[in-house]
């Protein structure tokens, strides 16, 4: 595992050089994937804890890769091209050391430690003035309440003497309802769960393209995998909250689902999709059974790529049409017909279409939560529909109607727009019988 | 005095309107022309080029159509494009799904599913129940005595 990391801190050394940089993460999520069979359990040694660690550390080497090839325009038309690879890269160290730590105190340190990048890579490569005030929001947003969880951290280590995962799950003696809530807050804003979702949209839609495909594709997962950990050690509390939790998830994924109809920016109604989606893990999370759990990882491995791949095709519009407005940019079909296949299949697999592993994922959660209570199979259906509304309104705008007077200057996917969406689409339709062995 | 200003404005139309008869004054004669004077002195220019051409300067000028990666070199561009495909497609998703389909049997799996059905064979062909409720055999367990145990207490 430390050698991801070290190869990772080489790669500082091929700043300049973008190709390079990305063929290393290539190489090295190849050798991730592919070279260490035989060392036990998931695939990998004993830094790597399970099976969804691997699967999120290999996500975030892919979606960086992905998020470099995306951002070449950087290279030739925005300033500081090495600082922007060198924000990436890092980005990419501290996540791979959060996924893979098996101590508390050392998630927290990387999962505050990325925070960083992705503040600088909104507040320097983002587009609109209001890019200030956004990276602002993201910053305080998480680290205000990501304080309460260093306390609640040291708290376990004073009672517990030690932090590692493997004994946190033993200790689960008392149910404290302050440890409950200091553990849990940073990752209900960091997911972001409804009432702490407001600097989600702000952020994504003043970010660069990259910074939106690594926020969504990993960052937010970050808050369900901190969740999945810490809930071992306040299982004996989550009873005692877990009407309030699965209301907020219930009834805020519907909200965000409806809000998201109402949405003028492209990039802000995949935001709240974001949101709705993440409404799903917080469920799985809750309800703590083992379907639930297998839901959580699938949802967030197929959303990570999903919402990638949408940021991207939105990103690609926005570099050609200058505007990411719903209303202003129409009939694509005609103006990029290459396109409109992506658009099609990345807008269908948010929706939850199969063969996408969303659907695997939304199964999952739907059979736990209805397990919990039969009626919230009203509110996950609403929130199921009002995704298939969200996403068929978000194709047909952008994709059908009559010409536009924005047409003028488009052109079709070129070829690494297009080799970047089959990468987005082709590790996501061959993930379904991987993710499918999760619950065995 | 409008009228004066503006039918000055009906010259340049009507020039064009004129011209046809102008048109008869062109020679369209094919014929050698004896008694042409003019004598043509200057050299056509040679196609040839003679300095050396610059690499990217060429390829602007010739037009080529980018991959995606950089619209200043086309070598460049090329070699992105082929690195990337390389490396992203053919190596981990083709040669990845081919080692995951058929590499060694992964967290035990397929061993666990060929156990389960030999054990079962194993199982109904000696007449034993296929899971015994006990973990370990009672003739091999040994409880301690009344004595031993005493005064302790023992909740089940």
């Known amino acids: 595992m430390l050698k991801f990391i070290l190869m990772g801190s080489c790669m500082t050394l091929f700043f300049s050089n973008w190709g390079v940089a990305v063929t290393l993460l290539f190489f090295m999520a190849f050798v991730f994937g592919v070279g260490m069979s035989g060392f036990g359990l998931g695939l990998v040694n004993l830094i790597q804890v399970d099976l969804m660690s691997y699967f999120l550390s290999y996500l975030s080497i892919w979606i960086l890769a992905m998020m470099i090839m995306m951002s070449f325009y950087v290279k030739d038309h925005k300033s500081f091209p090495e ?3 060198g924000l990436g890269v890092g980005m990419l160290i501290f996540l791979l050391v959060s996924f893979g730590t098996s101590d508390l105190l050392m998630y927290y340190i990387a999962f505050e430690t990325t925070l960083i990048p992705i503040f600088l890579l909104v507040m320097g490569w983002g587009y609109q003035p209001e890019r200030i005030s956004a990276s602002y929001f993201l910053l305080f947003y998480t680290l205000a309440a990501s304080l309460p969880l260093l306390l609640g951290i040291l708290w376990v280590n004073f009672t517990d003497c030690s932090l590692d995962y493997f004994f946190l799950g033993q200790g689960a003696q008392f149910s404290n309802p302050i440890l409950f ?55 004996l509390s989550l009873s005692e909250f877990s009407s309030f939790l699965m209301s907020v ?43 639930g759990l297998a839901g959580v990882v699938t949802i967030m491995i197929s959303h990570g790529l999903c919402s990638s791949g949408l940021f991207s ?23 990029a017909p290459l396109s409109t296949l992506w658009w099609f299949l990345f807008a269908i697999s948010n929706m ?29 259906g609403g929130l199921s529909f009002m995704a298939g509304a969200y996403n068929l309104f978000l194709f ?17 996917c070129s070829f690494r727009e297009h080799l970047v969406l089959f990468l987005h689409m082709a590790p996501f339709i061959l993930l379904f019988p991987v993710l499918s062995h999760l619950f065995l | 005095m409008a009228f004066v200003v503006r039918s000055g404005r009906l010259a340049g139309p009507l020039r064009n309107y004129l ?55 086309e070598t460049e561009d090329v070699a992105l494009a082929h690195l990337f495909s390389l490396f992203g497609i053919t190596l981990c998703i083709v040669i990845g799904s081919l080692a995951y389909m058929y590499g060694p049997d992964h967290a035990l799996r397929d061993w666990s599913q060929r156990e389960a059905y030999l054990l079962v064979r194993e199982r109904e062909a000696k007449g034993l129940p296929l899971l015994d409720p006990n973990y370990v055999d009672e003739s091999t367990v040994v409880l301690p005595s009344e004595e031993d145990l005493g005064a302790y207490e023992i909740i089940i």
């Open chain 1, 83 to 85: 600082v922007f690879l």
């Open chain 1, 313 to 335: 095709l939105v990103g690609m519009i926005y570099e050609r049409m200058g505007t990411r407005s719903i209303i202003l940019i129409r009939s694509l079909i005609t103006l």
């Open chain 1, 181 to 235: 809530w200091l553990m849990l807050l940073a990752f209900l804003v960091k997911l972001p769960v409804y009432f702490g979702h407001l600097w989600l949209p702000k952020a994504h839609v003043e970010a660069p393209v990259a910074g939106s495909m690594i926020l969504a594709g990993v960052l937010l997962k970050l808050g369900g995998y901190g969740m999945v950990r810490v809930v071992p050690y306040i299982e």
């Open chain 2, 19 to 73: 011209r046809p008869i102008a048109i008869g004054n062109r020679c369209i004669s094919t014929s050698k022309k004896k008694d042409e004077t003019a004598v043509v002195t200057e050299k056509i220019p040679s196609h040839k080029v003679t300095h050396d051409i610059d690499v990217a300067a060429a390829s602007a000028r010739k037009k080529w159509m980018t991959y995606g990666f950089t619209t200043q070199d």
């Open chain 1, 249 to 291: 998830s219930l009834v805020g994924g519907v909200t965000a689902s409806v809000i998201c109809i109402r949405q003028t920016d492209c990039k802000s109604l995949v935001a709240y999709s974001s949101v709705a989606h993440m409404a799903l893990v917080l469920l799985g999370v809750v309800i703590n059974s083992s379907v």
């Open chain 1, 352 to 380: 939850a279409a199969p063969p996408s592993p969303n659907l695997l994922g939304e199964i999952y959660l739907f059979i736990s939560s209805i397990g919990w209570w039969g009626g919230s199979s009203l509110l996950v």
């Open chain 1, 396 to 412: 047909v705008s952008t994709q059908h109607g009559t010409d536009s007077f924005l047409s003028n200057s488009m052109g079709d």
